[in-house]
């Protein structure tokens, strides 16, 4: 497999900003349909129960999310 093929695309809820492969048709977390492909950093949340980043940023679900979603 080359390096190319290796490198997944990404897009961002725009209700929730979880990041889901680009062939997901709908959002895991929140249910929307709304995507986008434009978006500015990721955040990674492995342990949303003891961490202060979830609780601050309100999320409830495991997972990579997108700063920002244009």
Do not use: H
């Not at 209700?15 to 959002?27: D, I, P, T």
Request: charge should be positive; charged fraction near 30%.
């Amino acid at each position: 497999m080359s390096r190319k093929e290796q490198n997944t695309t990404f897009k961002a809820c725009k209700k929730c900003s979880y990041l889901v492969e680009s062939g997901v048709l709908k959002c895991p977390v929140c249910g929307s349909v709304n995507f986008s492909i434009e978006y500015e950093g990721l955040i990674i949340i492995l342990d949303k129960d003891n961490s202060e980043v979830a609780k601050k940023l309100k999320k409830s679900t495991n997972g990579k999310y997108a700063i920002k979603v244009y």
